[in-house]
Each structure stands twice: as C-alpha cells, then as structure tokens.
C-alpha cells in the first residue's frame, strides 16, 4: 500500500540519527515526489547508517533518476558498508537508464 508523503513532513530534521533511519526505511512504501525529495537528502546526510539505508530505499525502489547521486556519492564515501550497497545498487539503476 502506498503511503502519500505531505511536504511538510520532514523526518530527516530529527537530531536522531535512529529516527531518521526509521523514517527513511518507511519510505519504500511511500509514493511521489515528497518521497523521492526525502531520499535525496537523506543520501547527504551525515550518518552512514541513514546514507546506507536511503541507498537500500533508491535501489529497492529502482529511482534511476537518483542514479547520478549515486554515482557521485560512490567518488566521496567513506563508510565501508555505504560504499558495498553504493556499487550493488548504482550500476544496476545504471543500467536500466535508457
């Protein structure tokens, strides 16, 4: 079931790193550009742990227009377990691009 996102909903100001996490995780299940507008700022954010699982949400979600994100945020991570998901799920919305 897909959830609508209000645009003045915004979990990602939270200085909880654990409720960001959570909030980008329900995501997947989230429709529209509010959506797509939260993952996009979560891929910046200053935790790998919600870096990570705004890179899982892009992937599962197959936002290929996230893809050059992505591939930018491939040249400058740091975090090891960012970076795995990173090269499993950039290439593969890559290759969907038409």
């Known amino acids: 079931m ?36 939260l993952l996009s700022t979560a891929l910046s954010d200053e935790k790998p742990a919600v870096r990570w699982t705004a890179v899982q949400v892009v992937g599962h979600l197959s936002l290929r227009h996230l893809q050059p994100q992505l591939a930018a945020l491939l040249k400058t991570e740091t975090d090891p377990t960012v970076l795995i998901n990173l090269r499993r799920v950039a290439p593969r919305l890559a290759g969907h691009q038409s």
């Not at 209000?6 to 509010?34: K, N």
């Open 2 to 37: 897909a959830i609508p996102i209000l645009s003045r909903w915004h979990p990602l100001s939270s200085p909880h790193s654990s409720l960001r996490v959570t909030a980008i995780h329900y995501l997947r299940y989230a429709v529209g550009p509010g959506a797509d507008e």
